[in-house]
């Protein structure tokens, strides 16, 4: 492949570039000599990664490996590669953040869950390595073994809930052998409600899977009955998953930020929509993320308003600075009009070496970065990338997801209202899903040339997902084809304004008490109401919370909010109290109160001084009642006494 050596020290100036034929074999010493010298090195090759780690096993600084053949120079437009080159290396050079585990353990206590003698022959397998159950929903005709190497059982899985080394089973039907079966098993009277603990499931039943996204729950292995192969994969899967294993933490979560509930009111449920695994439930005024149950396709950290959630592999910041980095390196190396793929490691790298390898590789100006997990991919990234200069974006899917991929449905929605809002016309980002290589060619060599900003943003910032939003689209409306003001945003979205109608509200402020982020607050001196669009994530608390039903959410971005001072909802006269002047109310509130209660409740006749202490503040209202030596008893009507037993048996027969 040709190497544009011009290009890429364009687009890499603060690093020193060198160039070689046969690093790996014939110039291996020149490898070990770069690798004696400090700092940081980045080695532009990833299939001879193993030889060079460990030529440089004893080096203090680790090494960075970056795929610039697969990726760049295999290629028909391979010969201008140089940018994209000059791009990859420069990404790849941002130092990585640790990656946060969870350690999870297993003793090897297996559950065989089947129908047939498949499950039986399966825990033959594994009877040396595990400690094994099979049970068999409906054994009929089954022969006893000689020798009970394990227990077979009878039962029915009504509900599975855990995770890999802590599975918790409750099952029907469930009956254990008779010693004395002879020509086939007897069991004993069934109970439901049984309870079973254990590591790891080997589901051999045929039916419907007992969790939901059943491929993402890690010691859950499911295998057809009926494919011989398919089974004995899943059996010898089952046979290594037996010690303790490091689990990446996907999330990182932050309770005091989350706004799902306020006094049993719910909000926000974005995440507890999304999760496709059950990992996350409610927990009072919050969620509780299970990061043993956890699979990490970062939906919920994508969507989550507050930043609450926040995905960790990497953060979201990490991740800009690599766009901003690779798109800077880019625009700096010559390259024009570039285009994001984004894809994770599993399915997108190998149909980008498959394209490399067989067909026509990538277009010189589409520029690939791995995440780890697509739907990771957040609006602030979206955004950030046509700030930085990006024409479009794609993000490469599997024909068949793993999961439902609703959020980045969502996240594209809100992007897509964004970049037409502010006069990036065309599709500039989409979803390209396929398993096939060429297809994934075919669609990226048809990409629509687009323009991009006139000045591509330069900044570097960190911080949660809000921040790093808020930022990004300040950056992208200074630089925006059309820019506007206000742009109407689809329903769900986590910024927007509150609308209330001013009629029907009575300046009661549960809505500012039940607001997690401040975005609704009162004035200390006076009856307001005030609202900072900057702060609201549209969690819709004080609209569940508003006692007269007045707040509505109005999902939009104001590129103006970052800017703007506490906006004036309503305000009123403050109430007097009537005895020592001080403000303690609403007035227009007090008055309709006040002519209600006034000579129609037994408590405030019209002749009696007494209804004054509605008009009074709390101190004097108390003063007022001990001078006038009121007691709340008095007066009042009698009721009739409840009957009892003894007033039926003191009442004659009555026939």
Request: aromatic share 6%.
């Amino acid at each position: 492949m040709r190497l544009d050596t011009a290009a890429i020290e364009r687009g890499c100036r603060d690093g020193k570039i060198k160039t070689f034929r046969h690093l790996c074999r014939a110039e291996i010493e020149r490898f070990r000599a770069a690798a004696g010298e400090d700092g940081p090195l980045v080695v532009a090759c990833t299939q001879e990664a193993p030889l060079f780690g460990n030529e440089a096993a004893d080096r203090a600084d680790a090494i960075t490996f970056v795929n610039v053949r697969e990726t760049a120079g295999w290629s028909k437009q391979g010969g201008n590669a140089g940018p994209k080159m000059a791009a990859l290396l420069a990404a790849a050079a941002e130092p990585a953040p640790e990656i946060p585990f969870v350690s999870l353990a297993s003793d090897g206590v297996i559950l065989i869950y089947g129908r047939d003698e498949a499950a039986v022959e399966a825990g033959k397998l594994l009877a040396d390595h595990l400690d094994v159950t099979v049970m068999i929903t409906n054994p009929t005709g089954f022969m006893p073994a000689s020798i009970s190497t394990f227990p077979i059982v009878r039962g029915t899985i009504r509900n599975a809930s855990g995770h890999f080394g802590a599975f918790e089973l409750t099952i029907d039907n469930f009956a254990a052998p008779r010693p004395s079966s002879r020509e086939a098993y007897l069991f004993d009277a069934t109970r439901n409600g049984a309870t079973s603990r254990c590591d790891l499931v080997l589901d051999l039943s045929g039916g419907p899977a007992l969790f939901p996204a059943h491929d993402l729950r890690d010691g859950y292995l499911r295998a057809d009955p009926g494919d011989p192969a398919a089974m004995l994969r899943a059996v010898l899967k089952a046979r290594d998953l037996v010690g303790s294993f490091d689990k990446p933490k996907y999330i990182d979560f932050t309770p005091e930020l989350c706004a799902h509930s306020r006094s049993k009111l719910t909000g926000c449920h974005r995440c507890l929509d999304l999760c496709p695994t059950g990992a996350i439930v409610p927990n009072g005024d919050h969620v509780n993320i299970s990061a043993e149950i956890c699979a990490g396709c970062g939906q919920c950290a994508a969507a989550c308003p507050t930043g609450a959630a926040s995905y960790a592999l990497p953060p979201a910041d990490a991740l800009l600075i690599r766009l901003r980095a690779m798109l800077q390196a880019y625009h700096q190396a010559g390259g024009a009009r570039p285009v994001l793929l984004l894809h994770d490691r599993d399915h997108g790298a190998a149909l980008i070496d498959a394209l490399a390898r067989h067909g026509d590789g990538l277009p010189a100006h589409v520029l690939p970065l791995a995440v780890n997990e697509i739907t990771q991919v957040g609006l602030e990234a979206i955004i950030a990338a046509f700030a930085y200069g990006a024409t479009g974006l794609r993000l490469l899917m599997r024909a068949r997801p793993l999961h439902d991929a609703a959020g980045l449905a969502q996240t594209i929605a809100m992007a897509d209202a964004i970049l037409s809002g502010l006069g990036f016309t065309g599709p500039r980002v989409a979803t390209i899903e396929t398993d096939d290589p060429d297809a994934l060619g075919g669609a990226l060599y048809n990409v629509e040339s687009m323009t991009a900003v006139a000045q591509p943003a330069t900044f570097r910032t960190a911080g949660k997902r809000r921040e790093l939003l808020r930022f990004a689209l300040t950056e992208l409306h200074k630089a925006a084809p059309a820019p506007v003001d206000v742009i109407a945003l689809p329903d769900g979205a986590p910024i927007g304004a509150v609308n209330v109608n001013v009629e029907g509200c009575t300046l009661c402020l549960s809505c500012v008490s039940a607001c997690p982020t401040g975005a609704l607050r009162d004035d200390p001196d006076r009856p307001a109401l005030k609202f900072v669009e900057d702060a609201c994530v549209q969690c819709g608390l004080c609209k569940a919370t508003c006692p007269e039903k007045v707040i509505t959410l109005q999902p939009q971005v104001d590129f103006r909010a970052d800017r703007a001072t506490a906006r004036l909802i309503k305000e009123e006269e403050p109430a007097l109290c009537v005895r020592c002047s001080k403000p303690f109310g609403v007035k227009s509130t007090i008055d309709k109160i006040a002519a209600k209660l006034e000579g129609r409740h037994w408590m405030y006749p019209a002749a009696a001084s007494r209804a004054n202490a509605i008009r009074m503040c709390a101190d004097c209202r108390v003063i007022t009642m001990s001078e006038q030596q009121f007691d709340p008893f008095a007066g009042v009507p009698e009721r009739p006494r409840p009957r009892t037993t003894d007033d039926y048996f003191r009442e004659p027969d009555k026939k």
